[in-house]
């Protein structure tokens, strides 16, 4: 079950954002947005493989919720709920779909793009070869850390010091990451890339039942906030 | 022009920072068909010539272009740094990029992947993950990337650099296979093996000057040129290097590893690859010594030399002493580690900066100049880092990493990508700071640097 997540094809995991989105502008009571959310929550309980990336990034939402929260508080006539109603419409507009992101591999979104919604073949190849760029950051980023450690300029108690250490790391991997498109481009182009007008694609891009039964269910929690609605919550 | 040749004009390339012109005025045909080996000194503009004729210069790579660099068919073109080759997160994707690119019918895409991967003996299966594979592995990966097009012109850099000398041999079988009938450009360091296998060898000198162009007889008859590793010439005597300039600042250490085993773990949210890279490794390395770690890439040889330096977690057994722990400076006073990927290991933006960098955070004194002197990179005090050759900047990383004369000096393939005179300089290094009692551990495929204890490695496991 916790695996359907994985085998669903990217533009059906991407959906849930879409319809997320579109579901949140429904969002205008404190009961609508707790049903949208709780909806959302076991969905995710239920479904999700693992835990601790969506909490990562449901943590990233709530800073945008909080501030949210705190303007609408500020300059909306102190109305506290009317507040947390424009905090939860942003975690139900950003966050299913931040979290489907992260389980998209770029080879197959790339398949799918290029073969379902026939966009520009190349443009589609650059994109994902720039994504799975990510992959080797983390391996990248380890190297830099032990290159910085072993040179005396690791990490030590000192907060000020650890804020200045996560900006140079930051720098390096990006100068890394810059240097590395660079290169990757040309490798690229040198594998035919440069003159690729009529591309072709490895693997096919396929709509399982399940992939249809997926989109139904994204849909369906899309609605959420108009069924409650309309329901008269 | 016709299909399969490869032509320069009047070809200048002056790099952005750099005050002179890497190649200048040069004019090269390669015959649709030809192999040629391209040789020359460390920072010679050898790899230059291949960016050239992949139309790189000028437009990724920034500088000053004049003359002209053209090819005519489909080229395919492997360079030095594997890892910034892969295009995408799994091996068989990686390898149908190309095919994909020739607009091949899908039934056709992958019997040339298993093929390729096959060719270059890579047996991980087409999901394996791209990043998850060593750095020889990844150089494979990218090899038969290549090959799976079959290009009209391979144009090939230090194919076989991370390679021991089995592997080399069969991926260089692979090439000459792959090459049937085309265009082949190579450009290597050790040239003994591929000199039956060539048309023609081109020698370029130190300022990017063609001052040999021949069949092989008339490269082999005629003078050796300067920078060269001709065959069977005698191993070049290491460098005399000042030992004030190496000795270690502190009693040097003694580390064992005891029973020590290590799983790399490439994680993402799709699904996570284990590889174990060590098996019960019991070594210890000590002062006065130079111990190598070698065997086929893949074996744990970098992830040995990471455990015993104290950089990365072992999953069970015990190293000693416990350098994981230490901190960062009192890590950096007792060791020096040189990474793989030479471009990993700069923190700062200019040359003399890097070699300074870490001698001046601890507080011991670094003679600068003499140090850039014997790596042959005094000209290049005042440039960035990132605009050095290939060879340049290992020698470089090699100075940064051991200017502040640590006691421990561990170093991830030194002698990658050196001339005869770069590699002596590198290896009189290594020797002379044993000689001063240092504690030197290395990974290597070089069978010319001089060793006194061997660890022989396979799959993880002291062979």
Known sequence: ?233 | MSLGEARFRGFTWRPLGRRNPVVAGLDLTIEPGERVLLVGPSGAGKSTLLYGLAGALGTTIAGELSGSAEVDGRLGLLLQNPADAIVAERMGRDVAFGPENAAMPRDEIWPRVDQALESVGLTYGRDHFSAALSGGEQQRLALAGVLAMRPDILLLDEPTSMLDSDTSASVRDSILTAADGRTLLVVEHRIGAWLKHVDRVVVLSADGEVVSDGTVQAFLDGPPPAGVWMPGMATPAPLDVPADLVRPLEEALSITAADVSVELVTRTLRGTQRTQALTGLTASIDPGTTTAFTGPSGAGKSTALAVLGGLLKPGSGSVTPELRRWKSARLAEAVGWVPQNPEHGFLTTTVGDEVRRTGHRLGRPVDVEQVLEVFGLARFATSNPYRLSGGEQRRLALAAALAHRPGVVLLDEPTVGQDPSTWSAVVGWIRAARSAGATVALSTHDADLPIDVEYLMRDGVVA
């Open chain 1, 1 to 233: 079950m916790r695996s359907v997540v994985l085998r669903i094809n990217p533009l059906v995991q991407l959906s849930v954002g879409l319809f997320s989105l579109l579901g949140s502008f429904w969002i205008r009571s404190l009961p609508v947005a707790l049903i949208a959310l709780g909806a959302y929550a076991v969905a995710g309980l239920l479904l999700l493989p693992g835990w601790r990336y969506p909490l990562a990034c449901l943590g990233f939402t709530a800073i945008a919720a909080v501030t949210i929260v705190y303007s609408t508080w500020r300059l909306g006539g102190h109305d506290v709920e009317e507040a947390f109603t424009a905090g939860l419409r942003i975690v139900v507009l950003a966050g299913p779909g931040s979290i489907m992101a992260g389980y998209v591999d770029p080879s197959r979104f790339a398949d799918y793009l290029a073969q379902t919604l026939h966009l520009p073949a190349r443009l589609i190849a650059a994109f994902a070869a720039a994504l799975q760029k990510f992959t080797g950051f983390g391996l990248a980023w380890q190297q830099l850390e032990r290159v910085r450690r072993v040179r005396g300029f690791g990490p030590s108690r000192n907060p000020l010091a650890n804020g200045r250490y996560a900006a140079n790391m930051s720098f390096a991997l990006l100068v890394q990451a810059l240097r590395g498109a660079s290169a990757t481009s040309i490798a690229m182009d040198a594998r035919g890339f440069a003159t690729a007008h009529d591309r072709t694609w490895a693997e096919p891009a396929p709509w399982t039942v399940l992939d249809r039964l997926a989109l139904v269910g994204a849909a369906v929690l899309g609605c959420a906030p108009i069924v409650a609605r309309l329901g008269g919550a």
